[in-house]
């Protein structure tokens, strides 16, 4: 699934591109991509029809357009990326795989495709949350470690109660948000510590060295437009990213840790694989 760098690369894109065009027309090509709107694709079609696209939004790896309707009412588009979502303006290099796809009042189409379907389009409410207006289906989240408001005091806290593996509490969205299995090893890894090290063990100082090394690698992410292994993973302009080039630990089984020389290992963790060196970052004892 993107994690937060690739999602705010296609968040910014539609910030540039579509914020303040109206939508026109909208045909849903599988009603397995609307399958989160409980009132169906026709009641989706409807309620987009004439809606200006006012903004856009993210938390963690969720984004969002926010609309104003017709009747004046604001919105929500929420886009749920899934594993393979993908979010294009203009021609569709795949059109087997178009979902949805909306036309908009300067011409410009604007479509989801999806290869797995795993994610969608959703509209919600607004609600206020904690000082911040998000979507209903996005309340639960925790702030990421971009978030201008982000409390980095405030996590520490809530991990140095959580007798779990470090990794697993930063791969839980409602502790934090935006992190996943790439970045949290690429953290990890930066911060010299195990992922299977219990929360609770970690002294404050490990702690915030473990979220600053998080929000680091992501904004490093970000500057080199996210990580791409494949062509599942594009910006609006079906551009992929570059980010896999400075992956450190990530993927590098058997290959020498650019800081110490260590072979990196791989590990079976969460129906996932964890990688991480054995020398500066040694397992837990036990």
């Known amino acids: 699934m993107p994690e937060l760098p690739e999602v705010e690369v296609v968040r910014r894109g ?45 938390r963690g790896k969720y984004l969002w357009l926010t609309l104003d309707g017709p009747s004046g009412d604001d919105q929500a588009l929420v886009v749920h990326l899934g594993m393979s979502g993908q979010m294009l303006l203009g021609e569709i290099p795949n059109a087997g795989h178009l979902r949805i796809a909306a036309i908009l009042d300067d011409g410009t189409t604007l479509s989801f495709v999806d290869q797995r379907t795993f994610g969608g389009w959703q509209l919600a409410d607004l609600v206020t949350v904690d000082g911040s207006v998000v979507p209903t289906p996005v309340a639960h989240l925790a702030r990421d470690p971009l978030d201008p408001r982000f409390d980095i005091d405030a996590v520490v806290k809530v991990l140095r109660r959580k007798h779990s593996e470090i990794k697993r509490q930063l791969l839980d ?35 915030i060295a473990l979220l600053e090394a998080a929000a680091e690698v992501m904004r ?10 494949d062509s599942l993973y594009v910006n609006v302009n079906g551009q992929s990213g570059y980010f896999d080039r400075s992956l450190n630990v990530y993927g590098r089984e058997g290959k020498p840790c650019r800081r110490c020389g260590a072979v990196i290992r791989r590990e079976k963790f969460m ?8 020398r500066d970052q040694p397992r837990p004892r036990g």
Request: charged share 25%.
């Open 14 to 58: 539609l910030q540039a591109h579509v914020v303040g065009k109206t939508i026109t027309a909208v045909r849903v090509h599988h009603p397995r991509a609307v399958r989160r709107h409980e009132a169906g694709p026709a009641d989706l079609t409807a309620r987009l029809l004439d809606a200006r696209i006012t903004g856009s939004d993210r």
């Open 173 to 207: 969205q409602t502790v934090v948000s935006g992190i996943g299995n790439i970045y949290a090893d690429e953290a990890l890894w930066r911060a010299k510590i195990n992922g299977a090290r219990l929360a609770e063990k970690l002294t404050r100082r490990q702690l």
């Open 220 to 229: 490093d992410a970000l500057s080199q437009g996210g990580t791409s292994f």
């Open 271 to 278: 129906n996932r694989s964890s990688f991480y060196c054995p």
